[in-house]
């Protein structure tokens, strides 16, 4: 079944120590987005790709980068995670960024900064 | 910018009765509405969206929405509630970027649902 997928689910890390959270999709879809989503609250859009166009929200802040080396994959990038940055982290793609058009979700990863 | 609100933290029924989350949005234009479902430590998945055209839409697991224009809401139903459908639920709505066919999703804070044997 073509699908979003996010590795690790769980990740452990240190404070200050860099970390990558991985997202890959089958979909081959244009679009892919990058949420950070606290205590059940409502998932928070941190950046996006149109193809290889990096879009970033303007109160994303700059100790979160991220990367798309082709179609399929897209890379999170937290440079110096503080104990804040824990959370879940969703990858969503859609088929292009229009209006009407669905985002599709990954299970999410769960960040823990120790 | 657009907007939705979801006025309940919590709902709770039994299970068998029916279910109701409910959404009202704010948007100026035409309103892109969806909505999601959120299973606990997983990801949001897509139940339905209202683009244009019928008023009621019918989603994923026998889930149903039912545009308002009037009352600008867009409520979540289900006619008979499983324990398996609790769960957290997003209401969203597509805002306009900087390009009118562009938007990011505006997500409600979330309703939680528990269905009680």
């Known amino acids: 079944d073509a699908m979003v997928i996010q590795n690790p689910r769980y990740q452990v890390t240190q404070f200050g120590k860099p970390v990558t959270l991985s997202c890959s999709q089958t979909l081959n879809h244009n679009v892919m987005y990058w949420y950070q989503q606290k205590s059940s609250q409502a998932p928070k859009l941190l950046f996006h790709?149109?193809?290889?166009?990096?879009?970033n929200e303007a109160d994303t802040p700059d100790n979160f980068q991220s990367r798309r080396p082709n179609t399929s994959f897209c890379f999170l990038d937290i440079r110096s995670p503080g104990l804040g940055d824990a959370a879940m982290y969703l990858c969503?793609?859609?088929?292009?960024?229009?209006?009407?058009?669905?985002?599709?979700f990954g299970p999410g990863t769960r960040l823990l900064v120790l | 910018a657009q907007s939705v609100a979801q006025p309940e933290d919590q709902v709770n029924v039994a299970e068998g009765n029916p279910l109701t989350v409910k959404c009202t949005y704010s948007v100026s234009g035409n309103p892109y509405l969806f909505w999601y479902v959120q299973y606990p430590n997983r990801g949001l998945q897509f139940l339905l969206k209202y683009i244009t055209g019928d008023n009621l839409v019918k989603g994923s697991y026998g889930f149903e929405a039912e545009f308002n224009k009037s009352q600008t809401s867009f409520h979540l139903k289900k006619p008979s509630a499983l324990v398996s459908d609790s769960a957290l639920y997003f209401c969203?709505?597509?805002?306009?970027?900087?390009?009118?066919?562009?938007?990011?999703?505006?997500f409600g804070a979330g309703t939680q649902v528990v269905v009680t044997p």
């Open positions: 969203a709505v597509r805002d306009i970027g900087p390009t009118d066919s562009w938007g990011k999703l505006q």
């Open positions: 790709y149109y193809d290889k166009d990096f879009n």
């Open positions: 969503a793609t859609s088929s292009d960024g229009t209006m009407q058009e669905t985002q599709y």
